[in-house]
């Protein structure tokens, strides 16, 4: 059986991919002078993964404006058969006074909504 704490692990490769995707990945949050700090993890593990089993990750941006909430479905590879799902939720911090936004950046926000 896969050890549970990897699923967070899947979680970090699904959400990379997702902001990657939208066109703002850590690098991208590094230039516009936020970091994205993880305030929330939940996980449901609805059937355990096995040792060598690949599996899929699906990660859907459920919320943007105010905090950046991401859907998780973990699926295995070869049956599409669902095994974990869960959230994440991330709030905006401004690196250079290390205060808290209860808004995401504008240029975030943005790149979201060019994408809808």
């Not at 959400?15 to 936020?34: F, Q, T, V």
Request: with cysteine.
């Amino acid at each position: 059986v896969v050890w549970h704490g990897n699923y967070v692990k899947y979680m970090e490769l699904g959400r990379c991919a997702l902001l990657d995707k939208i066109g703002y990945g850590y690098n991208e949050m590094k230039e516009s002078g936020y970091a994205f700090p993880v305030a929330s993890i939940k996980l449901k593990y609805i059937k355990p993964l096995m040792f060598k089993q690949t599996a899929v990750i699906k990660a859907v941006l459920a919320e943007y404006e105010n905090r950046i909430k991401i859907d998780y479905f973990i699926y295995d590879k070869d049956s599409g058969e669902l095994v974990t799902k869960g959230e994440s939720v991330q709030i905006a911090l401004n690196m250079k006074t290390l205060d808290t936004s209860f808004l995401c950046p504008d240029c975030f926000i943005k790149k979201v909504e060019a994408l809808l």
